[in-house]
Nanobody
Framework: VQLVESGGGLVQAGDSLRLSCVVS????????VGWFRQAPGKGREFVAV????????NYADSVKGRFTISREKRKNAVYLGMYTLKPEDTATYYC????????????????WGQGTQVTVSS
């Protein structure tokens, strides 16, 4: 399974951004796909996860109500819609795939993308 993120950039506080994660054809209904982020000098933080087959999603409390995770099976893509962005959302965002059920821990994801940078200015 290979994952490639895109869509990051420099935005202002209050703006919106949508990240994309294209997953190789190795993914099937047994996988969940999650988004993590890592700010400078900090560890990798869980953001959201979605069931590839069910479309059910879980979110970190820090982004609940502001971020939306979705998937488009025919494009093998998972999206992270980010709204009302804050400077503290600045980080490198990674998508990852796992066969665990709605995993929120980094160690439960064996497949990772290379990351895309999101910078939110105040």
């Amino acid at each position: 399974v290979q994952l490639v993120e895109s869509g990051g950039g420099l935005v202002q506080a209050g703006d919106s951004l949508r990240l994309s994660c294209v997953v190789s054809e190795g993914i099937d209904s047994s996988y969940d796909v999650g988004w993590f982020r890592q700010a400078p000098g900090k560890g990798r933080e869980f953001v959201a996860v979605i069931g590839w087959n069910s479309g059910e999603a879980n979110y970190a409390d820090s982004v609940k109500g502001r971020f939306t995770i979705s998937r488009e099976k025919r494009k093998n893509a998972v999206y992270l819609g980010m709204y009302t962005l804050k400077p503290e959302d600045t980080a490198t965002y990674y998508c990852a795939a796992s066969q665990f059920f709605r995993p929120t821990m980094e160690k439960d994801y064996p497949y990772w993308g290379q990351g895309t940078q999101v910078t939110v200015s105040s």
